[in-house]
């Protein structure tokens, strides 16, 4: 029903940075919350950051002040703009969407995830 693609990731230095997008695909009616959670070896998956469908945002304590999340709802796109990157910032990086998608004639929300996309920090 709906399709999560991500980029963006790769390897870079501490004190780096780094842009992850996700964009969605698919029978979408209207978006909902977004976000990017991530997950390190041999750890929980974690919240990162989430932007609701009006535009307010959170972020876990460990990335404030040095990633901005943000969306383009006429895109269906959310992005991460990471700095300052550290070691302790290696993860797998995955975006959440949920979504109000068409079933039938009808609509139903619906949570998605993407397939993730690898960061690697190096020091």
């Known amino acids: 029903q709906v399709q999560l693609v991500e980029s963006g990731g790769g390897l870079v230095q501490a004190g780096g940075s780094l842009r992850l997008s996700c964009a969605a695909s698919?029978?979408?009616?209207?978006?909902?919350?977004m976000g990017w959670y991530r997950q390190a070896p041999g750890k929980q998956r974690e919240l990162v950051a989430r932007?609701?469908?009006?535009?307010?945002?959170n972020y876990a304590d460990s990335v404030k002040g040095r990633f901005t999340i943000s969306r383009d709802n006429a895109k269906n796109t959310m992005y991460l703009e990471m700095n300052s990157l550290k070691p302790e910032d290696t993860a797998v990086y995955y975006c959440?969407?949920?979504?109000?998608?068409?079933?039938?004639?009808?609509?139903?929300?619906?949570?998605?995830w993407g397939q993730g996309t690898q960061v690697t920090v190096s020091s």
């Open positions: 959440n969407v949920n979504a109000n998608v068409w079933v039938g004639v009808g609509v139903r929300p619906n949570d998605y």
């Open positions: 698919g029978r979408i009616f209207s978006i909902n919350d």
């Open positions: 932007i609701a469908s009006g535009g307010s945002t």
